[in-house]
């Protein structure tokens, strides 16, 4: 296996693992948003998805692309609602573009709009419906926008506020889709759960190259 193979390998792990700590330490703000305007189960969601999908990919064997499809499937069993599906499909969505590399900025974006298409045809959210595309979507955007010969993770850096400013434009929105649409205004005055824990995993895979490659 080349060295590149094997760095995304790790990553890929290491990212895992960040992204699962990130949502044990945010379990508890993440059930609050939801209970706002949802049954409130976001954070404990994302916790045992992630501590699924962590289990899977250590248990498993294959590149980067290969890990991921498998903490993907994992994390749709395990962790149950609309997100534990949703997510659960992006991540092996994002798998499978990966594949076997490169593990460069243009095979990433590539992977990444064909997760925010299969999520958007699974879960028939537009941007403005108050949901985890409210960030997803200005993320792959602002990384499609990037010049395609910038390292990865540079593009990657200067998406991320991109994500951000996405959840907090989710404030003011009242949902359309999920649970919280029910509740019609009432879910206006916080941002979407969904939009804040997605941030968190973008955010996640940043922290493992500060870790490696300080900026
Ligand atoms: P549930 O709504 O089943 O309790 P969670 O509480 O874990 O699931 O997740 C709620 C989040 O899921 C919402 O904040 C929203 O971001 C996201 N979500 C719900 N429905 C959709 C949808 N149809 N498309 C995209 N995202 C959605
Ligand atoms: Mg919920």
Redesign the pocket.
Known sequence: MKDAEKDAERVVRRWLTYALESMVAHEQELGLL?AAA??G??GA??VRGLRAAHAAAKAANGSAGDLLVVAGAAFADA??????A?LGALITTVGRGLGDGPYDLTTTTTALQAGLAT?TR????HPG?????DALQPFVDALTAQPADQPLIVAWRAALPAAVAGVAATQTMVAK????AKLGERSQGHP????VS?TYLLQAMSAVWDENYPS
């Open positions: 939801d949802g049954d189960d976001h969601t994302m962790g149950g609602g609309a997100s534990g949703l999520i699974l879960g028939k959210a419906d108050k949901t985890l595309i889709r999920g649970r919280a979407d759960p969904g939009a997605l």
